[in-house]
């Protein structure tokens, strides 16, 4: 069975720009969520989509956004780019949503703000 | 907030076990205790989960003390592609069932 899937694996962005990210989920899995990894603050929870629905969504302003398609593929859409997003940008889909589920994490987006 | 005590890191020799702590001590009857890792320039890694019981799959086990207020995973026999940071996590009900990382703890493997 095919991992979790994310393009593009590398991105470089102006500050100001939006970017949109991708993942593709384990087939058959139908929770996604969506974390921020910085060697500052390490990884930070963004958000988890199920069904479609925004489930829960972590401390992050605005900007950061997301969305889940029928298929269970999911985007986030970071719009006016800034210095501070600039970090690894990971996906992580479940069979279902639950605590009581594991995640399989994806190789990640690497963003760059310039 | 649920939260996760682990050390900042730990050694170990090759093909020896290695016992991982997490002390947890807010948590509740319904928190489900995970653990991951992350190698290397790689993304988290799924190892193991449970509630009240002693889990084991081919990875690792995860010893759950009684009063669950902390837990222990176990590598059997480390190799060096197992030194990764281990994070310990506690999945709480009814905080929204998101997963918030910790510092982890940093495990060295020598040869």
């Known amino acids: 069975k095919a991992g979790v899937t994310q393009t593009p694996r590398y991105l470089i962005k102006t500050r100001g720009q939006q970017v949109t990210l991708s993942c593709s989920p384990i087939?058959?899995?139908?929770?996604v969520s969506w974390y921020q990894q910085t060697p500052g603050q390490g990884l930070q929870f963004l958000f988890e989509y199920f069904s479609e629905t925004q489930r829960n969504k972590g401390n992050f302003p605005g900007r950061f956004s997301g969305r889940q398609f029928s298929n269970s593929r999911s985007e986030m859409n970071v719009s006016t780019l800034e210095l501070g997003d600039s970090a690894l940008y990971l996906c992580a889909s479940s069979l279902l949503w639950g605590i009581a589920y594991e995640q399989y994490f994806g190789p990640g987006t690497r963003l760059t703000v310039t | 907030d649920a939260k996760t005590t682990q050390p900042n890191s730990m050694e170990s020799n090759e093909e020896e076990p290695v016992h991982l702590p997490c002390n947890h001590s807010t948590i509740s009857g319904t928190d489900y205790i995970h653990w991951y890792r992350q190698l290397p320039s790689q993304g988290p890694e799924y190892v193991i989960h449970g509630l009240t019981s002693n889990v084991n799959n081919r990875m690792a086990s995860l010893a759950i003390a009684e009063d669950r207020k902390s837990s222990t995973l176990i590598l059997h026999r480390a190799t060096l592609r197992d030194a990764a940071v281990y994070y310990c996590?506690?999945?709480?009900?009814?905080?929204?069932?998101?997963?918030?990382f910790g510092a982890g703890t940093r495990l060295t493997v020598k040869p």
């Open positions: 996590i506690l999945r709480v009900l009814h905080n929204n069932n998101d997963m918030r």
């Open positions: 087939s058959g899995h139908r929770s």
